[in-house]
């Protein structure tokens, strides 16, 4: 329904790309002014650049070619000689699912290649993230000789050293940002790592393992003339694991999820198939958003409500009734996972205000004994994408607390935790810029939140805490259609640092506009642009506008275009990321 009400004003900040220059543009007559554009701003712009960057088969590295990631020699050297006495050889990964899919992919490529690979993976309640000194007991008591970790261990110099003492060899793979010192590993596999020539500093944990057993598989190939495992088969999980840990897709990372989403949805192993059924994902139709929206919450949903092996085992299973029945277990976990996240956030958000309304808060911090340590995390972001602060969660226990921390650009969360480890707070942490993890003693909880509250208040203190909508360009009338569509989808596939193309369209006239949704949280919209043509329009979780909008109104859109499927029939729709009234 629309109204007169007075339009409420823009709650993001847009950032419209400048564009680019006539000269560049006559460079590329051959492509659509929007698709250069969308390049341009991405810094794409020399001819070589540009073809490769739309290669719909771009090329992998070669792991045995220099530049070489570091450790790497080392790493196969090890490994070929415990498959050839049969030692036995543990993969220690996480439970999330970088560590999940790292976890199946390295086992599966080590067991093809005749060893005898025995996952592990940490219980995030009983264990916490990455390695723990019981967990080498236990493997080491087991008669493991030989520890390989993905996507964890890069921070672990204590817990490796003691793994040293017990007599293991281990291996470190892991992609998290390094801390001055490193652990005394047999080999660490890291490229960023001081000296480590690697170009693609971005890859996920899975990709790293990936980058291990494709350097296996070459050297048998070059030893014994043949594999038993082909590379084709291991792209569908790096595609999982890389998008859902929101890695950049681009780079090296960008050609292997482009395999992988062709993997995917040529033939998807069993599991994989089951759990896309679950989830009405349709063969043929999967790309980085239903991972990272679809299949990644429902594979991460073991980890968080009860143990991540109920997802290596969906990942790995020929069988067919085990994978539907383990895709319905996930299915159900995840509306499990659903229900506490909200509680979560709703209470988090309560007591993170009780310290200090959002408007003096620099950043949202909320500790309490009911909360899960599967879905801080989950909490933590929903309360940086409500407020635009960066916010930490945690889990309250008797003696340790578990927290979960998510950020803005302004501020690397981990840089942060850094500058508290200095007063030797922490059990355990680490991460990323945007998004980090912590053990903490629960006596030294509070000094922990004082000295992280001084920290954003020094960096973020005064300054403008909005969140920006970057777009990257204006669309023309008559610039859009389905040719249009087409070659935008070429930027494919879209996520983290090569998000889908923003645009934005000026002076669309309002003709209807109406909530819908279950609970009435979406907006849809009929617009009509200065060619009097139609277009219709979905603003997901945005029914606020309908206080505002009124209709013959001119206001300018910001999107994504997409093309939408029903009865059918498809049609162009606005994918609406925000709304202002023309002018303001």
């Not at 494709?214 to 088969?233: C, F, I, S």
């Amino acid at each position: 329904m629309l109204n007169d009400a007075s339009p409420a004003p823009a709650r993001k900040r847009w950032l419209i790309a400048p564009s680019a220059p006539a000269s560049h543009l006559k460079q590329f007559n051959d492509l659509p002014r929007l698709l250069v554009q969308v390049l341009y701003n991405r810094g794409i712009t020399g001819r070589e650049q540009v073809a490769a960057f739309l290669d719909p088969n771009p090329p992998l590295r070669n792991p045995l070619e220099a530049p070489k990631l570091k450790g790497l020699d080392k790493a196969v050297a090890r490994l070929r000689r415990a498959i050839q006495h049969h030692e036995p050889v543990a993969v220690y990964g996480d439970y999330d699912v970088d560590g999940v899919t790292a976890t199946a992919l390295l086992t599966q490529a080590l067991t093809a290649l005749g060893a005898d690979a025995r996952p592990y993976i940490p219980d995030r309640v009983d264990e916490g993230y990455g390695l723990n000194k019981e967990a080498l007991r236990k493997l080491k008591d087991m008669g493991v000789r030989l520890v390989v970790t993905v996507d964890c261990g890069i921070r672990s110099p204590v817990e490796v050293a003691f793994g040293n003492e017990l007599g293991l060899d281990l291996i470190v793979t892991d992609h998290h940002s390094v801390a001055d010192e490193l652990p005394q590993a047999l080999a660490c596999i890291n490229p960023k790592q001081n000296n480590c020539p690697y170009p693609s500093k971005e890859l996920a944990g899975v990709g790293l393992a990936f980058k291990l057993a494709q350097a296996l598989l070459a050297v048998e190939q070059k030893m014994t003339g043949a594999t038993p495992l082909r590379e084709d088969d291991l792209f569908d999980l790096v595609a999982l694991g890389t998008v859902a840990d929101l890695a950049p897709l681009v780079n090296e990372n960008r050609a292997l999820v482009t395999r992988g989403l062709a993997r995917l949805n040529a033939a998807p192993r069993a599991g994989i198939a089951a759990l896309m059924q679950i989830a009405g994902a349709k063969p043929g139709t999967v790309d980085a958003t239903t991972i990272g929206f679809t299949l990644g919450p429902r594979l991460n949903a073991a980890g968080r409500i009860e143990h991540a092996m109920a997802a290596y085992r969906l990942l790995v299973t020929a069988d067919v009734d085990e994978a539907h029945q383990l895709a319905a277990e996930l299915n159900e976990r995840n509306r499990e996972r659903q229900r506490l996240t909200k509680e979560t956030q709703d209470k988090a958000r309560e007591l993170a205000l009780s310290r200090a309304p959002v408007e003096r808060a620099p950043l949202l911090f909320a500790a309490d004994k009911s909360f899960r340590a599967g879905v801080v995390g989950l909490a933590a972001s929903r309360l940086t994408e409500e407020f635009y602060r960066p916010s930490v969660v945690v889990e309250l226990g008797e003696s340790e607390s578990r927290g979960s921390c998510r950020s803005i650009p302004e501020f690397n969360i981990t840089h942060a935790l850094d500058e508290c480890n200095k007063f030797n707070l922490f059990t355990r942490y680490g991460g990323h810029a945007a998004a980090a993890g912590f053990t903490v003693p629960t006596s030294r909880l509070e000094e922990l939140a004082e000295r992280l509250m001084a920290i954003a208040q020094a960096q973020l203190g005064g300054r403008d805490l909005s969140p920006s909508l970057h777009i990257d360009a204006e669309a023309r009338p008559g610039e859009l259609n389905p040719e249009m569509c087409q070659q935008l989808n070429r930027l494919e596939p879209c996520g983290y640092a090569n998000p889908v193309p923003a645009l934005v369209s000026r002076n669309m006239v309002v003709r209807d506009a109406r909530t819908v949704g279950a609970d009435g949280a979406h907006l849809k919209l009929s617009l009509m642009d200065e060619r009097r043509a139609s277009w219709d329009a979905i603003a997901f979780r945005q029914s606020h506008h309908s206080l505002w909008l009124r209709r013959d109104m001119r206001i300018d859109v910001a999107y994504h275009l997409e093309t939408n499927e029903w009865n059918g029939a498809q049609r162009l729709q606005f994918n609406v990321l925000d709304l202002r009234q023309a002018g303001v």
